[in-house]
């Protein structure tokens, strides 16, 4: 067998492989005899047709499968005798036949020839002090959350109260409902920094009865906003909740027992909830900074594959084209999908060259750790995770980012904002 490589692009490349008819002979006469043992035909027992019968009527087909496995076997065999680290499976692209020799062409991809070199990298960290401020109003929305019902009233004096509105799609010129379209009503907690901030500001001072147009911001590539009639059903007052040293332990299921653990346990759980997004800035920094380092042209397959997934997401409204794309229209919603496949692609293959240039593995600590979490034995979680491999890559990958992180330069940036989330006692 002889065999010839040419490189296509950085992660693409052709095989021509070369062979005597004789060689592949053997393998040609094993495929006859196994379709031997399953095809029927007239006049025949099943198993028992002539073999020239076989040949004139499905020769073409059965070695033109056997071939093909043959050479898929062979690109596997030079990939694990010349450490290509194959990314998918090997495409035949041309087959040549004589009575003399076989030759296959076989376009296969793999991981581009780099070393990533983390040095130079240096990443920005957001960094706050959680303020008594964002304690204080943590705490007072969890007084409103758990307050009571004081009654019914007539205007929305402040944000302590609850309203409930009827939604009717409307149209955004004339205020007309639209015909045929199912109106709905929701009860909003106007003390919950989750609503709506246009909607919760539009609200305050409306009096019960009073009607008027909101649209909602657009969320959808390729919809408009939907506008509704909204009307004010009905307006509640809340009475705040009394921080009793009772109420505290009811609400944290006894983990607490009064106010100053409470507002103790806010603040950890805000800076907390802080790192958690820090730490999530800072991979956002280090894979743009990776890509742009590293800018090899991924494999088309798998650019083409996270493409369809991404038209999926912008199908389920999951996805957001920004307003710079949607002025081109389906081009320039194309041009921001296969920029988004492309960086994802490039990002899933430097994950993959990471995890080997580095060795990254889960130690048997580790293991021992995550089985106790997950109440399982070891040998029950080895097993998990052979049969499951992604669930195996995917606790890599995380072990990767730690490791990559933790091996850049990081310089702390302070943050002028007091945004927080509110946790959970």
């Given at each position: 067998m002889e065999h010839q490589v040419t490189k296509i692009a950085d992660c693409e490349?052709?095989?021509?492989?070369?062979?005597?008819?004789?060689?592949?002979?053997?393998?040609?006469?094993?495929?006859?005899?196994?379709?031997?043992?399953?095809?029927?035909?007239?006049?025949?027992?099943?198993?028992?047709?002539?073999?020239?019968?076989?040949?004139?009527?499905?020769?073409?087909?059965?070695?033109?499968?056997?071939?093909?496995?043959?050479?898929?076997?062979?690109?596997?065999?030079?990939?694990?005798?010349?450490?290509?680290?194959?990314?998918?499976?090997?495409?035949?692209?041309d087959l040549r036949r004589s009575p003399e020799s076989i030759g296959f062409t076989f376009r296969y991809?793999?991981?581009?020839?780099?070393?990533?070199?983390?040095?130079?990298?240096?990443?920005?960290?957001?960094?706050?002090?959680?303020?008594?401020?964002?304690?204080?109003?943590?705490?007072?929305?969890?007084?409103?959350?758990?307050?009571?019902?004081?009654?019914?009233?007539?205007?929305?004096?402040?944000?302590?109260h609850e309203v409930t509105l009827h939604f009717q799609p409307a149209d955004p010129q004339t205020g007309m409902p639209l015909v045929g379209e199912e109106a709905e009503e929701l009860t909003l907690a106007l003390y919950d920094p989750e609503t709506l901030p246009e909607l919760r500001q539009r609200?305050?001072?409306?009096?019960?009865?009073?009607?008027?147009?909101?649209?909602?911001?657009?969320?959808?590539?390729?919809?408009?906003?939907?506008?509704?009639?909204?009307?004010?059903?009905?307006?509640?007052?809340?009475?705040?909740?009394?921080?009793?040293?009772?109420?505290?332990?009811?609400?944290?299921?006894?983990?607490?027992r009064d106010v100053d653990e409470l507002r103790h346990y806010i603040r950890q759980e805000l800076q907390r909830q802080h790192e958690l997004y820090a730490q999530s800035?800072?991979?956002?920094?280090?894979e743009l900074e990776l890509s742009q380092r590293y800018p090899f042209t991924p494999p088309k397959p798998i650019v083409h594959s996270i493409i369809r997934d991404l038209v999926t997401s912008l199908q389920r409204g999951e996805l957001r084209v920004p307003a710079e794309y949607m002025q081109e229209g389906e081009t320039g919603i194309y041009?921001?999908?296969?920029?988004m496949a492309e960086f994802q692609a490039r990002l899933a293959i430097l994950e993959l060259l990471l995890l080997q240039q580095y060795q990254i593995q889960l130690t048997a600590e580790e293991l021992h750790n995550l089985a106790r979490s997950l109440s399982m034995s070891v040998s029950e979680l080895e097993k998990r995770l052979q049969e499951d491999v992604d669930l195996e890559y995917d606790l890599r990958r995380r072990k990767l980012w730690q490791f990559l992180l933790q091996n850049v330069h990081v310089e702390p940036v302070t943050m002028d904002t007091n945004a927080g989330h509110a946790p959970h006692a």
């Open positions: 490349h052709e095989v021509r492989i070369e062979l005597r008819y004789d060689e592949a002979a053997p393998v040609l006469e094993e495929a006859y005899e196994a379709a031997r043992r399953d095809i029927t035909i007239e006049g025949f027992r099943k198993g028992k047709a002539p073999l020239e019968l076989i040949k004139q009527r499905y020769g073409a087909k059965i070695e033109a499968e056997a071939l093909e496995k043959l050479g898929k076997q062979m690109v596997r065999e030079l990939a694990r005798q010349n450490q290509w680290a194959l990314l998918s499976e090997p495409q035949l692209i991809y793999t991981l581009p020839e780099l070393t990533v070199d983390l040095s130079g990298i240096t990443l920005q960290k957001p960094v706050r002090e959680i303020s008594e401020d964002e304690v204080e109003s943590q705490l007072e929305e969890l007084r409103l959350r758990y307050g009571t019902v004081r009654g019914e009233v007539d205007r929305v004096a402040d944000y302590y609200l305050l001072n409306a009096h019960l009865g009073e009607s008027f147009l909101y649209t909602l911001p657009e969320t959808e590539a390729g919809h408009s906003p939907q506008t509704y009639q909204v009307t004010v059903r009905s307006i509640r007052q809340i009475q705040p909740a009394e921080f009793t040293p009772e109420f505290v332990q009811q609400i944290s299921g006894g983990r607490l800035v800072l991979r956002n920094q280090l041009r921001f999908l296969a920029h």
